[in-house]
């Protein structure tokens, strides 16, 4: 149940110390000191979360440059193949096992030149309107599955689609075929929404950094277009600190050997959550980047042609503006790694007439992943 913590639940060889808590050994040739992890049950799920202790966790997992690679739960059991692959499966096979999942509410649309994988759920003719939720990079849409079915119960038509190179839309060469710009990606959201018949104004939900920003930048394209706007955990402010992991992708050649990391995705997940991903979920995360190079070159593309000052700036400026009347909200999960909550505190403060904050404690950069059903709330409160 949300928000709940269960009496004790043990993991791998482990050793319960007080109730809500575990404790488990590291996994290497090499004795390790245990760690303590948190367990939240979400319905019927366990949610996983490693609690800090000191500098000696740290040190024990301080194995090589590249340990960050396989050194998380979810990763382990997926990437690390047997001593004989030929007799016990090899990565071809790992896909294949995996391939079919994720896709839950989705279907393929074709919109302009490039097809898109699009989530959607309720009523078709709801009395309570759309409602579009834009994922973040490096991310997709399947991040908002709970709240989709959750909003879909509420009586609200939603839609959620992957942003082109992005989770199972399209991935088109850069450059050639697809620029990769703000520009270019508000013109190809245009078309989506013309062939999924959306009628204005729509509720709009964003989150997260580089496509997730350019769902706040169409807004102020298109304010007549949106009845309300919420932003999830979303760069805010000129001053936005820039994750690791995008500084690496903007990088002459580095980015070209980060974007193939096909652990990249989950990892950003995790390192902005306080909780760890279930394998399951990991590896729909995974599953683009294992299939194909393609979207690790979306994603290195979409990273260098974002204009990341400018459009911050645009942002900033923008919704502080005494022009921006659409009602918004900034629903914040209060554990985000990757961005302060300063971010959504500074923000309100330019148009506290207009733009409204929720904090959400618990979650963390995703927190449509993290703890859904806060989310919901906060949405349906606000629509």
């Known amino acids: 149940m949300a928000g709940q913590i269960s009496s004790c639940t ?8 007080q109730p809500g808590t575990v404790v488990e050994s590291l996994r290497g040739s090499t004795p390790a000191p245990p760690v303590c992890r948190k367990v939240r049950r979400r319905g019927g799920c366990t949610v996983v979360a490693a609690v800090n202790e000191g500098g000696e966790e740290k040190a024990a997992r301080k194995k090589g440059l590249f340990s960050f690679v396989t ?16 007799q016990d499966g090899n990565l071809g096979q790992m896909i294949s096992s995996i391939e079919g999942k994720g896709r839950d509410y989705g279907s393929y649309v074709r919109a302009g030149e490039f097809r898109w994988f699009v989530r959607e759920t309720g009523p078709a003719k709801s009395n309570k309107g759309t409602v579009i939720f834009l994922h973040g990079a490096p991310t997709q849409s399947y991040s908002y599955r709970v709240v989709l079915t959750q909003m879909a119960k509420a009586g609200y038509h939603c839609y959620a689609p992957d942003w082109l190179g992005f989770g199972f839309s399209e991935k088109p060469q850069p450059d050639y075929d697809f620029s990769y710009t703000e520009d270019a990606y508000h013109e190809e959201f245009d078309k989506l929404l013309t062939r999924l018949k ?15 920003s350019y769902g706040l930048t169409w807004a102020l394209k298109n304010p007549s277009r949106v ?7 979303t760069p805010l402010t000129t001053s936005t600190p820039l994750p690791g992991i995008f500084q690496q992708l903007r990088f002459p050649l580095v980015g070209e050997f980060t974007c193939q990391n096909a652990i990249l995705p989950q990892r950003f997940v995790e390192a902005g959550s306080p ?4 394998i399951d979920d990991a590896d729909v995360y995974r599953l683009p980047y294992l299939d194909s190079s393609d979207p690790g070159f979306s994603l290195l593309a979409a990273t260098r042609k974002a204009a990341l000052k400018d459009m911050m700036t645009q942002i900033a400026q923008g919704f502080s503006s005494t022009n921006w009347k659409v009602p918004t909200m900034v629903a914040w999960g209060e554990s985000d790694k990757h961005l302060p909550k300063s971010e959504a505190e500074n923000f309100v403060k330019t148009n506290p007439d207009i733009i409204k904050s929720v904090m959400l404690a618990g979650a963390g950069h995703l927190p449509q992943e993290d703890w859904p059903e806060k989310v ?5 409160r606000f629509f």
Request: glycine share 6%; aromatic share 8%; with cysteine.
């Open 71 to 86: 050194d998380n739960d979810s990763s382990r059991g997926a990437i690390q193949l047997p001593n004989t692959p030929a």
């Open 198 to 212: 959306i009628e204005s104004p729509f509720f709009l939900v964003t989150q997260g950094f580089v496509v997730g």
């Open 275 to 278: 909780y760890v991903l279930e």
């Open 227 to 233: 009845s309300k706007l919420v932003a999830l955990n």
């Open 376 to 380: 919901v709330e906060a949405l349906n």
């Open 10 to 17: 043990v993991l791998s060889s482990a050793v319960c110390r």
